[in-house]
């Protein structure tokens, strides 16, 4: 299938290699990092690529919160669903992205950049935590022109909903005139409680409620008000926070529990979650059934090492309604 004959979902977002390794504290405080938490990279922590492969046997995963969420999606759509689009490097880590994502059956579109290379993440786990520290490289350099090429722009032309995640804690914090930017055209919105802190912060919202930025959220000026605005904010083993503008209540929906004996690796659950809850979505499930599609995807790579899905492919079956 081309990339000429549409897709259900279309994701645009930074492709990078996860380099991802069991740490330690003596770690984390080696290159001033904090667990549970998101970075990009200064000077000072581009040596912990290569300390990762050299001295903690390193895995390399595909990584970056839009393709995650796109091979999330994938895996429960049909074939020939998804396409990413982005900026790699001319290298073997663009290699390693291309192969993951032939064998997650997602289609990708990428420009490369001959002269800077693919962009990592270092992920440091630790327990239950991670760590993620960024290079974006190539993946800052994606180019208007590639996406308003006649091959993907008829694309996104046929676009008819716009969901953003907020991916990051750096998203918020220094992207904000982007991200305001964008703002009035989401009818969705994802996150998590630390990326809804950090962009509070940075709005000077004066809460830490995340609830009501929840509610802020989705009650944000809209271009398009033919469709209510729906927020979604992630808090890990805490029930995830539901508004749709214009409504009073947030709604609380609990996630599927698992035992902490069968967690081997948090890294990307949030993107399975959007994985997911977008695949309700595109085949048009009420609300409350792609809350509960994001919530049995996260509970399934939680399961796996990093962003993944367990093959073969399990089926989705729907839990209780929200609380």
């Keep these: 299938m081309t990339s000429t004959q549409g897709y259900a ?25 904090k667990a549970n938490d998101a970075i990009l990279a200064e000077d000072k922590h581009k040596p912990i690529y290569e300390d990762l492969l050299t001295n903690y046997s390193a895995k390399l995963i595909a990584g970056g919160a839009a393709q995650n969420t796109a091979r999330g999606a994938q895996y429960i759509l049909p074939p020939h669903s998804t396409l990413f689009i982005g900026c790699v490097g001319k290298d073997k880590y663009a290699d390693i992205l291309h192969k993951a994502c032939d064998d997650a059956g997602l289609h990708v579109e990428y420009l490369e950049d001959a002269e800077v290379p693919t962009g990592r993440c270092g992920v440091v786990i630790t327990g239950q935590e991670r760590s993620m520290c960024t290079d974006l490289a190539a993946a800052n350099l994606y180019k208007e022109s590639h996406l308003k090429s006649d091959k993907i722009w008829r694309l996104v032309k046929a676009a008819k909903i716009f969901a953003l ?20 055209y989401w009818d969705y919105i994802i996150g998590n409680e630390t990326e809804a802190l950090s962009y509070a912060e940075s709005h000077s919202l004066d809460t830490k409620d995340i609830s009501a930025i929840t509610k802020h959220l989705a009650n944000l000026p809209k271009k398009n008000t033919a469709r209510k605005r729906v927020a979604i904010i992630t808090q890990g083993t805490q029930p995830t926070l539901v508004a749709v503008q214009g409504e009073d209540s947030v709604k609380s929906y609990k996630v599927r529990e698992i035992s902490a004996s069968e967690i081997n690796d948090t890294n990307g659950a949030g993107d399975a979650f959007a994985g997911g809850f977008m695949a309700g979505v595109v085949e048009g499930k009420p609300l409350d059934v792609c809350v509960d599609m994001g919530h049995w995807l996260a509970s399934l790579s939680i399961r796996e090492l990093g962003p993944s899905y367990p093959f073969p492919k399990k089926t989705y079956h729907p839990q209780a309604a929200p609380s």
Excluded: R
Aim: proline content about 9%; some cysteine.
């Design 9 to 33: 979902l279309l994701c645009l977002e930074n492709p990078l290699l996860d380099i991802q390794a069991q740490g330690n504290e003596a770690l984390l405080q080696k290159y001033g990092l």
């Design 165 to 184: 995640s907020l991916s990051a804690p750096f998203i918020p914090q220094f992207f904000k005139s982007q991200l305001d930017e964008t703002a009035p």
